[in-house]
């Protein structure tokens, strides 16, 4: 077996995937664990709604990470080189707020790739982004 530093990073999907392998692993085994008194019913219950959570919040994640990409984008560039215009919606101040949460610098290192900008038409906003991959 590699050492954890060798090996890749797993992508969002990959992860999915093993926690769904994991799901349905504890499906097929916690009934006979209940049943032997190593888990008692409510216990394995809550193991399995939360591994069900655990997926759901990675499919998400598979499902929206070009747009989650470009989300963190628009951060990094405020971040960087201030609000664009007048009609962006967050402030240099918000988006160092945003990026200084553990939650936003990890996804920040998972998805570096994305652009969008955020433009206000009236009274409301509209994002136009597109993928990054070639550029910067």
Not at 96 to 114: C, I, K, S, T, W
Not at 119 to 135: K, L, N, P, T, V
Request: contains cysteine; glycine residues 4%.
């Amino acid at each position: 077996m590699s050492s954890a530093a060798t090996l890749p990073r797993p992508t969002i999907e990959d992860q999915r995937d093993e926690v769904a392998r994991e799901i349905r692993q504890r499906e097929r085994l916690y009934p006979e664990w209940v049943q032997k008194g190593r888990y008692k019913p409510e216990t394995a219950d809550k193991k399995i709604r939360d591994i069900r959570a655990a997926h759901a919040s990675l499919a998400f994640l598979a499902q929206y990470a070009e747009g989650i990409r470009l989300v963190i984008k628009v951060l990094q560039r405020v971040k960087r080189f201030g609000p664009a215009s007048d009609d962006t919606i967050i402030s240099d101040s918000e988006a160092e707020d945003m990026l200084r949460q553990p939650a936003v610098r990890a996804l920040v290192e998972a998805f570096p790739n994305g652009k969008v900008e955020f433009r206000r038409i009236g009274s409301q906003f509209c994002a136009a982004g597109e993928s990054s991959d070639s550029e910067e």
